[in-house]
Nanobody, 115 residues
């Protein structure tokens, strides 16, 4: 089992910045990343990063959000800049391990972009 502890959500004005952090209970060999979900909608991918640093960032946040990872600290980060009201969502940390092949989710952290 892997426990994921998220932090960094909150309320920010449009154009502002937030940094989300997620720390795993054990070293992850595999993919880490972030999804988000709004009420009534399915959870959607935001960004993923592999153990070697390869990234996949969705077009809607590309150029504004940056994903990074510190393998020694068992952590993944999401730097969010130029935030828009449509970025408002619950953001979930995600881990997909190579071996054993399984996946885990954090409890979610609320990000609200509003003036």
């Amino acid at each position: 089992q892997v426990q994921l502890m998220e932090s960094g959500g909150g309320l920010v004005q449009p154009g502002g910045s937030l940094r989300l952090s997620c720390t795993a209970s054990r070293i992850i060999s595999g993919t880490m990343g972030w999804y988000r979900q709004t009420p009534g909608n399915e959870r959607e991918l935001v960004a993923l990063i592999t153990s070697s640093g390869g990234t996949n960032i969705v077009d809607s946040v590309k150029g504004r959000f940056t994903i990074s990872r510190d393998n020694a600290k068992k952590a993944v980060y999401l730097e969010m800049n130029s935030l828009k009201p449509e970025d408002t969502a619950v953001y979930y940390c995600y881990v997909r391990r190579v071996f054993p092949r399984d996946e885990f989710w954090g409890q979610g952290t609320q990000v609200t972009v509003s003036s």
